[in-house]
């Protein structure tokens, strides 16, 4: 129920008991259809199953759902046969007691398939051995070959059961399936002989005409053909059906046979049977000339006769011919074709029951438990429910008064159950109000005086007794009867409603109208006493086992069938009462077999004639709701901070401080010795709310906590990765650093030992260093080379060991720098430095002023040709100009500083002023020319004297005497005429006359004649020399 509380917001509600409008048909309908339309066909009224068939293949019976179920609390999940199953036995185990599940419902509605699930549920949930399988096996493979025989389609069902059928079982005290026993309730033989149009007789004629293997067809003397049989064949056709498929049935009816122990005689004598019934039926008798049957040369009659082993004649006599017994002696009366055909199809019903008797009695000897150790029991009762038809005869009246008995049952058990219930707890019983069908049980069954009694009276009365005289026996008796009512005895607005042959019922489920045309011979089931000692001749051992046990007495009048039937269900009733009940009510969704569909009007009725309303009723009568105080606390404790999260003393206290925190009022509960009880669903549903809120809360606040416990425990699982990942990178890094160190120790060892030893041979410990120092003062070398040829001082100091190495790169890359220098010089400037050449052999280291010349380039010429007055040029051109600048000339006495042009022709020095040759010197006259040392511009050429044109020497002042003195030396070759001369020059003034040139430093540079008649040249200091 505690499932059926959570679920009856989304699907309707799991449990009827919990529904408010309890009284409320429409209510009812209304959740059955919601729940049907979400393929939950499964809703319970309190531990009663009802079931709706869904008319197609649900997934809810799988292994799997099967384990869902196992050992779970009843109302833990949603509704299932499987739950229901599964309390039956888990209740069986724990109370060593009996049970039985009644599944009931109208033809069609899922009976046999439930009780089918259940066989199935235990088949697979119960502990087993080796042994035990085969006992299970039987009792899985019973279920065909009792189908097959008791089965039939009909309009309503294509696989309905034409029987009641009551299996026990057998548990041993472990909890085994360890056998099982069958009873069969009312087979409807008349099938046997005839179907209502669309129906067929039972499968196993289709199996074994369409199925069977042509050897056995042959031998049985049948033709694969079911048209050829009139029993299979009604208003010249077969009913079709595509849902069956006689061939897989065949095999597996065989197969089944073969498990549940029969030998190859037993199947040979069984299809002999079936194979006679069908011969029998199309046995055919002719009219003598005085209308009695005959039967003459007839194959169908040999075919019974070979295979039931009666001898042809005596088969022949006792269709054809009824023994009458007079006193002492046996008259025979001969049949008429009518009487003929009646006395084969009640041979045919009779021989076809009675194997399914004695089929069932086999089957149960093959499941049955040899042990003698005690065993609990579980029954599964697959019974017809309440049929209400437009027509209702003798077989519905025996099925409704078979409901009657279990309607009956089920109220003495529940009732009793709930007041043993009450008296077990302690509570006051209040009584139930409910419609007790005890009445309705009386007026059929009572004796002397109930209905069956007064059917078998007639069916025994010597003289013509009808149908209708049966009924004009019941008026008489039951006239005042308020649940019987009939034409005559009805008011006028009733009598309407009936025809003469009828009598209506108040059943508790309802009205029924009951026609009772075929009452007496149904309930006769005549079979003549000769042809029932003819088959106890027979050589078919089934045949003959049939027929000899019963009736041994053949004087006495056998048993009626409502008689009979009236025994069996007391039989059964008394089997039901001992056991504890459990209930599957079987509802049909539709009548077209379509999935799907709910018929509202359809269910409706079943709703009604399955007293789902009135067992709801007395569900209901007393307390909604009851559960254990330790699960009812347990459940609902959140509600309460006194028992929430623990209640330390006793449960029932416990509860009572819960429900009166939740303001329940006394009217509304009781509080038994172990449970409590709760009137309406109102109160529990209230509850139940509350604690889906609190749930909610509570959940939240343990998801919380969970959540923050896994984060802890995640954060915590974290750092210590995160840590040992650290501490393993520590050891990596130390390990590397440590390696590293010691490789730094080594090296610095050997750099010291290296740097030591680095003057000796080279040896291991030294040639290590010293190819570092040599590589290191390579590199340091490669970056720091001179960048000119001029550049002689930063060569880097060489360590020892490269001294020599060092010279030698060092000549190599001055080398290389002359050669690079020397490939970049143009012409030009290779003329000018061959002119400096010349004026470094000549100065160098001699006069002051010349390195500060050094850098400043001799030009071509300082006066151009055009400065040069033409005249001069006239005179002097043919010996080609050289070279010209201008000159102060001093003079020879007094020393006049005079400007000139000094021109350097091919031949001769001119000193020219304007256009005045002022003096010529030719080379050849020039003896020679002297300068000071330091770093004044005079220059004196001494001239020969001999030369008489000549005026003497020639003493100039110039600002370039490098220049024209290197020129003059190459172009007079008078390179080695140029002396440098250390103190005072003396000068020719004219032949035989001398002059002095004095030379000294000074702050300022200046020429004077000085006192001493010399001429003064004072020149400024250069810095360096
Ligand atoms: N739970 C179910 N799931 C799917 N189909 C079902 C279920 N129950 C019944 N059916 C369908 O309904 C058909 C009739 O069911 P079943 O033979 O059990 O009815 P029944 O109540 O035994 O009828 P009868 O009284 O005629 O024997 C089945 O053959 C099957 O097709
Ligand atoms: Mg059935």
Not at 205 to 233: A, I, K, P, T
Not at 510 to 536: H, Q
Not at 710 to 727: C, D, M, P, S, V
Request: proline share 3%.
């Amino acid at each position: 129920m505690e499932g059926a509380l959570t679920a009856r917001d989304r699907v309707g509600i799991q449990d009827f008991v919990l529904l408010d409008a309890h009284t409320n048909e429409t209510a009812f309908l209304d959740n059955l259809k919601k729940r049907f339309s979400e393929d939950l066909i499964y809703t319970y009224i309190g531990t009663l199953l009802v079931s709706v068939n869904p008319y197609k293949e649900l997934d809810i019976y799988s292994k799997k759902q099967m384990d869902i179920y196992m050992g779970v609390n009843f109302f833990e999940l949603p509704p299932h046969i499987y739950a229901l199953a599964d309390n039956a036995y888990h209740t069986m185990m724990s109370e060593a007691n009996n049970h039985f599940i009644l599944i009931s419902g109208e033809s069609g509605a899922g009976k046999t398939e439930a009780s089918k699930k259940i066989l199935q549920y235990y088949a697979v949930s119960c502990p087993s051995t080796t042994l035990l399988d085969s006992v299970r096996d039987r009792m899985l493979v019973s279920n065909p070959v009792l189908e097959a025989f008791g089965n039939a389609k009909t309009l309503k069902n294509d696989n309905s059961s034409r029987f009641g059928k009551y299996m026990d079982i057998q548990f041993d005290i472990q909890g085994d399936a360890v056998g099982g026993h069958i009873l069969s309730y009312l087979l409807e033989k008349s099938r046997v002989v005839h179907q209502n149009h669309g129906e067929r007789n039972f499968h196993i004629f289709y199996q074994l005409v369409e199925g069977g293997e042509e050897d056995l067809l042959h031998q049985l003397g049948l033709e694969s053909n079911c048209q050829h049989y009139s029993y299979l064949v009604q208003q010249d056709e077969c009913a079709n059906v595509t849902s069956i498929n006689e061939k897989n049935d065949w095999k597996t009816v065989r197969n089944a046979l073969s498990v549940i122990d029969f030998d190859e005689s037993d199947i040979q004598h069984l299809f002999g049977i079936i194979a006679s019934v069908l011969h029998l039926g199309n046995v055919q008798f002719e009219a003598d000339s005085k209308g009695y049957a005959t039967l003459n040369n007839n194959t169908e009659l040999r075919w019974v006769s070979t295979l039931l082993g009666i001898n042809v004649q005596v088969l022949q006599e006792g269709l054809t011919y009824r023994k009458i017994e007079a006193k002492t002696d046996e008259v025979l009366s001969p049949f008429t074709v009518d009487h003929a055909i009646y006395a084969r199809d009640a041979l045919a019903k009779a021989i076809y029951g009675r194997t399914f008797t004695w089929l069932v009695n086999k089957i149960n000897d093959s499941m049955e438990n040899k042990e003698p150790s005690r065993k609990t029991v579980i029954g599964l009762l697959d019974i017809y429910g309440f049929e209400v038809f437009y027509v209702n005869s003798f077989e519905q009246f025996c099925i409704n008064y078979c409901n009657e008995k279990l309607q009956q049952l089920f109220i003495q058990l529940t009732l009793k159950s709930e007041q043993e219930e009450y008296e077990a707890e302690g509570i006051g019983w209040e009584p139930v109000q409910f419609f007790n069908n005890k009445i309705i049980c009386d007026l059929v069954e009572e004796k002397h005086r109930g209905i069956i009694s007064v059917l078998d009276e007639e069916c025994l009365r010597p003289g013509e007794a009808t149908d209708f005289t049966f009924l004009e026996r019941l008026e008489e008796k039951m006239g005042s009867h308020p649940h019987f009512i009939t034409h005559k005895l009805s008011d006028k607005k009733t009598r309407k409603t009936l025809d003469r042959g009828d009598f209506r019922l108040l059943h508790y489920a309802g009205e029924v109208t009951y026609c009772v045309v075929g009452f007496i011979d149904k309930n006769n089931d005549m079979l003549y006493r000769n042809i029932k000692d003819v088959m106890r001749q027979s050589k078919n051992a089934i045949v003959r086992e049939c027929f000899a046990s019963t009736e041994s007495d053949s004087r006495r009048r056998p048993e009626t069938v409502a008689s009979q039937f009236k025994s069996s269900l007391l039989g059964l009733t008394d089997i039901l009462m001992s056991k504890e009940p459990w209930y599957v009510r079987c509802l049909k969704s539709n009548e077209s077999k379509q999935p799907g569909r709910f018929d509202n009007v359809l269910v409706r009725h079943q709703v009604k004639y399955l007293g789902l309303m009135e067992h709801l009723r007395v569900r209901r009568a007393g307390f909604a709701y009851r559960r254990r105080y330790e699960v009812f606390l347990q459940r609902y404790k959140p509600l309460c901070p006194a028992t929430w999260p623990h209640w330390r003393g006793v449960a029932a206290e416990g509860v009572e401080v819960l429900v009166q925190h939740l303001g329940y009022l006394p009217d509304e509960y009781k509080m038994g010795r172990t449970k409590i009880f709760i009137r309406h669903p109102r109160t529990l549903f209230a509850t139940e709310d509350a604690f889906e809120v609190c749930k909610h809360k509570l959940a939240s606040r343990i998801q919380a906590q969970y959540k923050g416990y896994r984060q802890k425990g995640e954060f915590r699982r974290q750092k210590e990765a995160a840590t040992k990942i650290e501490t393993c990178w520590r050891g990596v890094q130390a390990r590397k650093e440590k390696e590293r160190r010691q490789w730094a120790v080594k090296v610095i060892k050997k750099f010291i030992k290296g740097y030591m030893t680095r003057g000796e041979a080279k040896t291991t410990d030294n040639s290590e260093y010293l190819a570092f120092v040599r590589q290191n003062y390579l590199n340091r070398l490669k970056d720091n080379l001179p960048k000119t040829v001029l550049d002689k001082t930063s060569w880097l100091t060489p360590p020892p060991v490269l001294t020599e190495a060092s010279a030698i790169l060092r000549q190599l890359h001055m080398r290389l720098m002359v050669t690079r220098y020397v490939r970049g010089i143009t012409a030009q400037q290779k003329a000018q430095l061959q002119l400096k050449g010349i004026t470094s052999v000549i100065f160098k280291g001699k006069k002051d002023s010349y390195p500060q010349s050094v850098c400043q380039p001799f030009v071509d010429t300082r006066i151009s040709e055009q400065d040069i007055n033409m005249k001069v040029l006239q005179i002097i051109r043919h010996e080609r100009v050289k070279y010209s600048v201008p000159v102060v000339k001093y003079d020879r006495n007094g020393f006049k500083p005079r400007p000139r042009q000094l021109i350097l022709t091919q031949m001769a020095a001119y000193a020219v002023d304007e256009a005045k040759i002022k003096q010529r010197v030719q080379y050849t006259n020039l003896k020679g020319v002297s300068v000071s040392t330091l770093s004044d511009g005079i220059i004196i050429f001494h001239i020969a004297s001999e030369d008489v044109k000549q005026k003497g020497d020639l003493v100039m002042q110039c600002d370039h005497l490098f220049e024209v003195l290197t020129k003059l030396s190459v172009v007079a070759n008078k390179q080695s005429a140029i002396n440098v001369v250390q103190g005072s020059i003396k000068f020719q003034i004219q032949a035989g006359k001398e002059g002095i040139v004095d030379f000294s430093s000074g702050q300022e540079s200046m020429v004077y004649k000085d006192k001493n008649g010399h001429l003064m040249v004072v020149s400024t200091r250069t810095r360096a020399r």
